[in-house]
Each structure stands twice: as structure tokens, then as C-alpha cells.
């Protein structure tokens, strides 16, 4: 009988072997993608051990899988998913030379474009997306109205949406179109709450009408078109780890 002492929760186990973030291996168990030893585990808490034979969608988990580390120019109308029900693009469509079954850190908005994260490591992507850390993000956003600084100023105070006291965030106004009554604005936040940028631009009387991404801590969108995805360097990698593990 295997010891209990190499036990570890199955949406863990899931996570190391670079199938899922541990939030989505959550939601595969949940869904009823998941078998312990032919049984399908649809239950949080579920412990398993090196002797498990566990499968995701009928596929075995692979412990020595090679880890992968991509930023992707996500384009508009595209799903942050590894699949999708209503059979819409999602964005692993675009990576159908990769062996490895990676998928996004976090996620953009199917109308948001710009950068994304993709990996087969559930520890970086968890330490990424832990609400603990604090990697900024910069947006460029495309507003309806032309907000004054006084109108924007509850931006870098901390809104509250939801219920939820957000960080303060930091601004600049890049350009507006008086004709179209439209601005330009350029914001940088840490948290990743859902539609989060919609939502605090909402707040403030100024829906959002275009979103992209351009930077993920120090990574950016340089010599990349969307769709267009290259592997993170080494160095980019041990940055991100650093930005993450000081916040």
C-alpha cells in the first residue's frame, strides 16, 4: 500500500504536472474531466499519491512533461481557454505545434486583445495569479466620454467595485477625439479581478469601448503581431518569479 506521506491533493497533483493552474484544475475536477484510477473525482479534497494512475479528459498526467513559457498577442474575439463549448476559437488554437498541453495565465476578455501568458507550469501560473503578489499590468483603454484628471482621480485612490476595495491604480490620458467624444488612457494595476478594468472605468462613468493589454511586468508586445506568440527567455522567466515573490 503507498504511504500517505507523498499524498497531495489531486487539483495539486493536476497543477505540477503542467496541465492546469491549480484554479482550473479546480474546475476540470469540477466538471467531471478527471479519473482517479477509473473512478471520476468530481470533489475537492480528493488526496493521490505517485501510484495513481489519474487522467484529464481520458489523457494520463505526465510528471516529466517539459515546461513551456510563451507570451502570446492575443487577438480580439478569441477565448482565454483551453477549450470552449460553444466551439469558439480559444487561444491554444494557435498553438498546434506545442506538444505540451499549455494554457493561459489568468485571462483576457474575448473582445480584449494584447499580451497573455501561456504555460504547462501550474507553480509559476499559480504564483502569478496568487492575489498576494503584485506584477503590474499595463492597459491601454478606449473609453466612451472624455474624462477630466478629476473625473479619473478615483482610479489612483482605489475604487470600490463589487463590494471589493481595489488597489490604487495609476493613469495617463494618451490622446481624445472631441468629434467622436473618445479618449485614450493608458492604465497600470496589479490585481486581476474579473473584468476588472470594465468594471472600475464603469465606476467612474466611462465604459469601456476597446481594451488591450501591452505589458505584463517587464514583458511586452515587441516584433510580435496578434496571434503571434514567442517562448519567454530564461531571463524574462527568473524576472517575473522576482517581481511576483517581492509583492
Known amino acids: 500500500m503507498p504511504s500517505k506521506t507523498n499524498e497531495e491533493r489531486l487539483q495539486k497533483a ?36 505517485s501510484q495513481d494512475a489519474i487522467e484529464v479528459d481520458g489523457v494520463p498526467l505526465n510528471q516529466e512533461e517539459q515546461k513551456q513559457y510563451f507570451v502570446f498577442y492575443k487577438p480580439r474575439d478569441v477565448i482565454s481557454a483551453v477549450t470552449d463549448d460553444k466551439g469558439r476559437r480559444t487561444v491554444t488554437d494557435f498553438f498546434e505545434d506545442v506538444k505540451e498541453r499549455i494554457y493561459p495565465v489568468g ?28 506584477v503590474e499590468k499595463k492597459y491601454v483603454v478606449k473609453v466612451q466620454g472624455i474624462p477630466t484628471r478629476d473625473k479619473l482621480m478615483p482610479l489612483k485612490d482605489g475604487l470600490v467595485v463589487d463590494h471589493k ?63 503571434e506568440y514567442r517562448p519567454l527567455k530564461r531571463e524574462e522567466i527568473h524576472a517575473l518569479e522576482a517581481l511576483a515573490q517581492k509583492g
Open 107 to 134: 485571462r483576457l476578455d474575448w473582445d480584449a486583445s494584447g499580451l497573455l501568458i501561456m504555460t504547462n507550469d501550474g507553480d509559476f501560473a499559480n504564483m502569478l495569479m496568487h492575489p498576494s503578489y503584485k
Open 165 to 227: 476595495k481595489l488597489a490604487p491604480a495609476r493613469f495617463k490620458q494618451i490622446s481624445s477625439d472631441k468629434l467622436k467624444n473618445t479618449a485614450i488612457i493608458q492604465l497600470t494595476i496589479h490585481q486581476g479581478i474579473n473584468h476588472q478594468v470594465k468594471k472600475m472605468f464603469k465606476a467612474i462613468g466611462y465604459p469601456v469601448m476597446k481594451l488591450a493589454r501591452e505589458q505584463y511586468g517587464p514583458l511586452t508586445l515587441e516584433g510580435l503581431q496578434p496571434g
Open 14 to 49: 493536476i497543477a505540477n504536472a503542467g496541465v492546469a493552474s491549480r484554479r482550473h484544475a479546480e474546475e476540470l475536477i469540477a466538471a467531471g474531466h478527471v479519473t482517479v484510477n477509473g473512478e471520476v473525482v468530481s470533489q475537492m479534497g480528493v488526496k493521490v499519491t
